[in-house]
């Protein structure tokens, strides 16, 4: 699953995004992935490995609340496709 939020004040020139989403590793390790900046930036990446899936989901949880609460708006929300896998479907451009 993929979380894409955006916050913008046009007053104080504020025009950032924030994509979160679960990842797997080869190995079947389960991750959040994140990405944040300006919009039509590359912005900067995280990545953060949990012990189990429960752990991963409870974290991106956690991060999307944090978010919602300062001002963040959702973008859309959505599964990746087979056209774009998981760990491929994050992008700058929101």
Avoid: I
């Avoid at 007053?11 to 950032?16: A, E, K, S, T």
């Avoid at 797997?24 to 590359?42: A, I, K, M, P, Y």
């Amino acid at each position: 699953m993929r979380v894409d939020m955006a916050r913008v004040d046009s007053d104080v020139n504020m025009d950032r995004f924030y994509s979160v989403q679960l990842t797997q590793s080869l190995f079947g390790d389960v991750g959040v992935e994140r990405q944040w900046g300006r919009r039509r930036t590359r912005g900067r990446r995280r990545l953060d490995w949990y012990g189990n899936e429960q752990d991963a989901k409870s974290a991106l949880s956690d991060l999307v609340k944090a978010k919602l609460s300062r001002g963040y708006f959702l973008k859309q929300l959505r599964p990746p496709t087979k056209a774009e896998p998981a760990e491929n479907t994050w992008s700058a451009e929101l």
